[in-house]
C-alpha cells in the first residue's frame, strides 16, 4: 500500500465568549418590518442540535442510519418590566402559536460585509445566525428570594438553518450599552426605575 500523508489542518486563536452568543425572538404575529426582540438579561442560551437514529442489527452487522432532526434552543433570562419576550413566549404556549428565534454571532470575528440588491454602494455587515419556528415546550418562572428568572424551552420545527442576521455599529453599541455617560446635573431619577431619567 502505497504511503499517503494528507497532513493536518489547526485552528489557533481566542474562543468564543458565551457572552457574544445573543438570542431574539419574534412573534408569528407580527407585521411584516416588525423589529426582532432581544429578550432581556439574558443569563443562560443552549442550543441543541440532536434527533433519532435507526439503529438496528442485521444477519450481516449493524445498520445505523440518520432519521430526525430534533433541533431545540433553551432560553434564561431574568424578568425585566417591559420586555415583551416574556409575553411572546407565553401567548405563543396558551394560544398554540409558534415562536421565530435566531441564535446570533455578535463576535466582530466573525462579521461579514454584504450587498443590498447587488448594490455594491448598499453595504452592511451581518453575523452568522441559526434560525427556525420554535414551539414552546415550556415556560418556567422561578419566584425564589432572588431575582425572578424565567426559564423556556423552544423546539424547533424541521431543523435550524444556517443565515445571517445584520446588526450596524450602532445597534451593537445600543444593545450591549446598559448606562450611558452622563455629567453632573444631567438628568434625575435611578437608573432602570418606572420614572424615566430626565
Given at each position: 500500500m502505497a504511503y499517503v500523508d494528507n497532513g493536518v489542518e489547526t485552528t489557533k486563536g481566542t474562543p468564543t465568549l458565551g457572552k457574544k452568543?445573543?438570542?431574539f425572538i419574534q412573534s408569528t404575529s407580527a407585521a411584516v418590518g416588525a423589529?426582532?426582540?432581544?429578550?432581556?438579561a439574558q443569563t443562560d442560551g443552549s442550543t441543541s442540535i440532536e434527533g433519532d437514529s435507526i439503529d438496528e442489527q442485521t444477519k450481516f452487522g449493524r445498520v445505523v442510519m440518520p432519521s430526525t432532526?430534533?433541533?431545540s434552543i433553551e432560553l434564561t433570562t431574568y424578568v425585566v418590566?417591559?420586555?415583551k419576550a416574556i409575553d411572546i413566549i407565553k401567548d405563543a404556549k396558551h394560544n398554540g402559536h409558534q415562536v421565530k428565534v435566531w441564535r446570533v454571532n455578535v463576535d466582530k470575528r466573525f462579521a461579514v460585509e454584504e450587498t443590498e440588491d447587488g448594490d455594491p454602494e448598499k453595504k452592511h455587515q451581518a453575523f452568522p445566525a441559526m434560525f427556525g419556528y420554535g414551539v414552546v415546550d415550556s415556560l418556567?418562572?422561578?419566584?425564589g428570594d432572588d431575582l425572578v428568572s424565567a426559564d423556556y424551552t423552544l423546539n424547533i420545527i424541521g431543523k435550524l438553518t444556517d443565515g445571517t442576521f445584520p446588526l450596524s455599529d450602532d445597534?451593537?453599541?445600543a444593545l450591549e450599552e446598559l448606562a450611558k455617560y452622563e455629567r453632573p446635573g444631567e438628568t434625575t431619577g435611578d437608573f432602570g426605575s418606572d420614572e424615566p431619567a430626565q
Open positions: 452568543i445573543w438570542y423589529k426582532a426582540i432581544l429578550p432581556a432532526n430534533e433541533d418590566p417591559g420586555d418556567d418562572v422561578d419566584d445597534q451593537l453599541s
